[in-house]
C-alpha cells in the first residue's frame, strides 16, 4: 500500500475554494484551504494524477521533509544532508533551490540556498563521488525551501513548468488571460453545462476552451508532454500511464442543445482562436464568429455570458464610454441571462450601470480585480418575487 504523501496545488488569489472542491472531488484526502495553495494529502499515484488533471492548479508541490528549530547555519546543511537526495535525484542530473517564506535567522535567501546546496553536492560527492550540477533555467530537479521561522519545510515541485501551460495555446493577443485564471472564473461562475455558454470578447478563446475541458472532464494537462516528477529517480511509468489512461476514460460529450460561442471583432482575434481550439481538439464543440458585441443581437439558445473586456491596461479604449456600452448592450438585449465579467479597471464597474449581485476579488497577473455578476431579470426584479 503507498503511502499518503503530504502535497501543495498553489493557485491564485480567489481560486482556492475552487481548488479544493476540484481536489476533493477527485479524491484527495485532508483538503486544507490556505494562501493561494492547497493543501491535501494523496499517495504517489495521486500526485500524478493531481498534475494531470487538475485545471486550477498552478503547480503540486510535494513536502518531502520538515524540520524544526533550524536558526543556524550548520544545522540548516545537517538538515538537508540528512535527506535520502538519490531517492529523487541523480549525480547525472542537474538541480535548483529557491527559498519562500520568512526567517529572521539567516541573513538572506541566497545564503540558504547555497548552504543547502553545499550539503547536497558534499552527501553526492561521499555516496558516489560524483555530484549533480546546477541549472537556474531548465532543472531537472526543482527543490524548495519554505521557512515558517525556525521550521522548514523541503518540497519538490513535481509538475515543472507551470500547469497553466496546457499545451494547445500556440496563438495569443495582445492581452491573454492565464488558463487557470480562465477555469478559475468559470468555475466561480457556476456554469456546469446547464446551458448554451457566449463569450462575446473572446480572444485567443481560452475561456470557452477552459469551459468545455471543464463540463467535459477534459484532463488540464492532456496536450502537455512532460512534468518534473518524470525526471525523478522513483519515477513509475507503468504507473503514469494507468493514471492517465483511467482519466481518459471519464471524459464525456457536452450536454444535447449546449452550444459554446465566441466573437470577437477583430479578424486576427478570430483567428489565433479557432487555431488554439483546433489544438485542443475542440473544434466540433466551440464556434467562433467574427462579431461585434455592440451590434448583434444575442443569439436565442443563450442564457450564460462570461468574458474579460479589455481595461485600458493594455489595449488603448475609452473606459468610460466603453463600459457604459457594456452595460447599455446588456440591459437591452440580454434580459433573462447570466453574465460574468472580470474587470481589471475597478473604476470601470461603476459605468457600466448595474447593480452587481456578486464582487469576488482576483489578481489577473499583479492587477487586482472584480469577478463581477449581473442576474439581467426579464421586465423589473420585483415582477421575480
Given at each position: 500500500?503507498?503511502?499518503d504523501?503530504?502535497?501543495t496545488?498553489?493557485?491564485f488569489f480567489?481560486?482556492e475554494?475552487v481548488l479544493?472542491?476540484e481536489l476533493?472531488?477527485?479524491?484527495?484526502?485532508?483538503?486544507?484551504?490556505?494562501?493561494?495553495?492547497?493543501?491535501f494529502?494523496?499517495?504517489l499515484?495521486f500526485?500524478?494524477k493531481?498534475?494531470f488533471n487538475?485545471?486550477?492548479a498552478?503547480r503540486?508541490?510535494?513536502?518531502?521533509e520538515?524540520f524544526?528549530k533550524?536558526?543556524k547555519?550548520e544545522q540548516?546543511?545537517?538538515?538537508?544532508?540528512r535527506?535520502?537526495?538519490?531517492?529523487?535525484?541523480n549525480?547525472?542530473?542537474?538541480f535548483?533551490?529557491?527559498?519562500t517564506?520568512?526567517?529572521?535567522?539567516f541573513?538572506?535567501?541566497?545564503?540558504?540556498a547555497?548552504?543547502?546546496?553545499d550539503a547536497?553536492?558534499d552527501?553526492?560527492?561521499?555516496?558516489?563521488?560524483?555530484?549533480?550540477?546546477?541549472?537556474?533555467r531548465q532543472p531537472?530537479?526543482?527543490i524548495i525551501l519554505h521557512f515558517?521561522?525556525?521550521?522548514?519545510?523541503?518540497?519538490l515541485?513535481?509538475?515543472?513548468e507551470?500547469?497553466?501551460?496546457?499545451?494547445y495555446r500556440?496563438q495569443?493577443?495582445?492581452?491573454?488571460?492565464n488558463?487557470?485564471?480562465?477555469?478559475?472564473?468559470v468555475?466561480l461562475?457556476q456554469?456546469?453545462?446547464?446551458?448554451?455558454?457566449?463569450?462575446?470578447?473572446?480572444g485567443?478563446g481560452?475561456?470557452?476552451i477552459?469551459a468545455?475541458?471543464?463540463?467535459?472532464r477534459i484532463?488540464?494537462a492532456i496536450?502537455r508532454?512532460?512534468?518534473?516528477?518524470?525526471?525523478w529517480?522513483n519515477?513509475?511509468s507503468?504507473?503514469?500511464?494507468?493514471?492517465?489512461t483511467s482519466?481518459l476514460?471519464?471524459?464525456?460529450?457536452?450536454p444535447?442543445?449546449v452550444?459554446?460561442?465566441?466573437?470577437?471583432k477583430a479578424?486576427?482575434?478570430v483567428?489565433?482562436?479557432?487555431?488554439?481550439i483546433?489544438?485542443?481538439?475542440?473544434d466540433?464543440?466551440?464556434?467562433i464568429?467574427?462579431n461585434?458585441?455592440?451590434k448583434?443581437e444575442?443569439p436565442d439558445?443563450?442564457?450564460y455570458?462570461?468574458?474579460?473586456p479589455?481595461y485600458?491596461?493594455?489595449?488603448?479604449?475609452?473606459?468610460?464610454?466603453?463600459?457604459?456600452q457594456?452595460g447599455?448592450?446588456?440591459k437591452?438585449?440580454y434580459?433573462?441571462i447570466e453574465?460574468?465579467?472580470?474587470?481589471g479597471?475597478?473604476?470601470?464597474?461603476?459605468?457600466?450601470g448595474?447593480?452587481?449581485?456578486k464582487r469576488?476579488k482576483?489578481?489577473?497577473?499583479?492587477?487586482?480585480?472584480?469577478?463581477?455578476?449581473?442576474?439581467?431579470?426579464k421586465?423589473s426584479?420585483?415582477?421575480k418575487?
Amino acid at each position: 500500500m503507498m503511502t499518503d504523501l503530504k502535497l501543495t496545488a498553489t493557485t491564485f488569489f480567489g481560486l482556492e475554494e475552487v481548488l479544493a472542491q476540484e481536489l476533493f472531488q477527485l479524491g484527495a484526502k485532508e483538503v486544507e484551504i490556505g494562501n493561494r495553495a492547497v493543501r491535501f494529502k494523496g499517495d504517489l499515484g495521486f500526485l500524478y494524477k493531481a498534475n494531470f488533471n487538475l485545471h486550477l492548479a498552478l503547480r503540486v508541490l510535494w513536502e518531502i521533509e520538515s524540520f524544526d528549530k533550524i536558526y543556524k547555519a550548520e544545522q540548516l546543511y545537517k538538515a538537508i544532508r540528512r535527506i535520502e537526495w538519490s531517492n529523487y535525484l541523480n549525480p547525472s542530473q542537474t538541480f535548483r533551490i529557491d527559498v519562500t517564506g520568512q526567517t529572521k535567522y539567516f541573513k538572506n535567501t541566497r545564503f540558504i540556498a547555497l548552504k543547502a546546496k553545499d550539503a547536497i553536492v558534499d552527501q553526492f560527492r561521499d555516496k558516489f563521488d560524483r555530484r549533480p550540477d546546477i541549472s537556474l533555467r531548465q532543472p531537472d530537479i526543482h527543490i524548495i525551501l519554505h521557512f515558517h521561522d525556525q521550521v522548514l519545510r523541503v518540497h519538490l515541485d513535481s509538475s515543472g513548468e507551470s500547469l497553466h501551460k496546457r499545451g494547445y495555446r500556440t496563438q495569443t493577443n495582445i492581452a491573454p488571460l492565464n488558463e487557470v485564471l480562465a477555469a478559475g472564473i468559470v468555475s466561480l461562475s457556476q456554469w456546469r453545462g446547464c446551458c448554451s455558454l457566449l463569450d462575446p470578447m473572446c480572444g485567443s478563446g481560452t475561456i470557452l476552451i477552459e469551459a468545455a475541458m471543464l463540463e467535459m472532464r477534459i484532463p488540464a494537462a492532456i496536450n502537455r508532454t512532460h512534468f518534473a516528477f518524470q525526471n525523478w529517480t522513483n519515477y513509475q511509468s507503468d504507473l503514469f500511464e494507468l493514471i492517465k489512461t483511467s482519466s481518459l476514460k471519464k471524459i464525456r460529450e457536452l450536454p444535447d442543445g449546449v452550444q459554446l460561442i465566441g466573437y470577437d471583432k477583430a479578424p486576427s482575434a478570430v483567428e489565433k482562436a479557432r487555431q488554439n481550439i483546433k489544438n485542443a481538439h475542440l473544434d466540433d464543440f466551440i464556434n467562433i464568429e467574427q462579431n461585434d458585441f455592440f451590434k448583434v443581437e444575442k443569439p436565442d439558445s443563450v442564457s450564460y455570458l462570461i468574458f474579460n473586456p479589455p481595461y485600458d491596461e493594455r489595449l488603448s479604449i475609452d473606459v468610460k464610454s466603453f463600459y457604459k456600452q457594456i452595460g447599455d448592450v446588456l440591459k437591452k438585449n440580454y434580459a433573462g441571462i447570466e453574465a460574468w465579467l472580470l474587470v481589471g479597471n475597478l473604476q470601470a464597474l461603476k459605468y457600466i450601470g448595474l447593480r452587481p449581485s456578486k464582487r469576488i476579488k482576483l489578481f489577473n497577473g499583479k492587477l487586482e480585480a472584480r469577478l463581477v455578476h449581473y442576474q439581467l431579470y426579464k421586465g423589473s426584479k420585483k415582477s421575480k418575487f
